[in-house]
């Protein structure tokens, strides 16, 4: 479980909702299972009111499902839902690769060569939480040299089951390419080759598919 302190300024229902998510999408709070609203205000130091309006919240995003009498569930992975953020950030991400390819920033390139030489450090260790993070990243590096940070914000709202699946593989699959896949991109879009860097986007986001029958072997609770 993933433990961190509230911000300054930030309200109570949002850190609940911080929290909530991020254990979530961490698998901390394992599909299927239940999230009792007492235990998460007294982990964090908040009334129920809060962690309440927060487990709305992760409702709406399709994280938690609530049964009238039995209460609050983390919701299992849909694929239909994997697929469908994949699709948006697949036709955001390569817009995104045009417009960083028509004039990449070396400061950016910058932040993308040290961001994959992290992950490289990170790929071989136990704890795959640092990678996960970095993997995210990456990506937001790639929104942030386009000048498109609240596109990504966007991305990042309706990721929550293709990022449990992300997690799951990380942690599962022996031979994961997602380094090998950042360091194509990089060298393509350092090279401005829109065309190749496009196409190995396309891979990157769509290994799931290639994966799923292992995953859904092997957490066959995980999955609707």
Request: aromatic share 8%; charged share 35%; proline share 2%.
């Amino acid at each position: 479980m993933v433990e961190f302190e509230r911000l300054a300024n930030e309200k109570a229902s949002e850190y609940a909702y911080r929290y909530l998510k991020k254990n979530i999408v961490g698998l901390g709070f394992a599909p299927n299972s239940k999230i009792c609203e007492s235990d998460i205000a007294k982990k964090l130091g908040l009334s129920r009111t809060p962690v309440r309006e927060a487990l709305l919240e992760l409702v709406k995003n399709k994280l938690v499902v609530v049964y009238p009498q039995r209460g609050s569930f983390v919701s299992k992975i849909d694929y239909d839902l994997v697929e469908e953020s994949r699709f948006v950030r697949l036709v955001l991400e390569k817009a995104i690769i045009d417009i960083v390819c028509d004039k990449p920033d070396n400061r950016f390139l910058e932040k993308l060569e040290i961001n994959i030489r992290n992950q490289k450090y990170y790929l071989d260790k136990e704890n795959k939480m640092n990678l996960m993070q970095l993997d995210n990243e990456f990506h937001k590096i790639l929104f942030e040299m386009a000048n498109k940070l609240q596109t990504h914000e966007l991305v990042e709202s309706i990721s929550g089951h293709f990022d449990r699946l992300r997690n799951l593989s990380i942690n599962t699959i022996k031979d994961i390419k997602t380094v090998s896949d950042h360091e194509k991109i990089f060298e393509a879009i350092k090279s401005c080759d829109s065309v190749k860097a496009k196409e190995l986007m396309e891979i990157h986001l769509s290994r799931h598919k290639f994966e799923e029958k292992i995953l859904r072997e092997k957490y066959s609770d995980y999955f609707d």
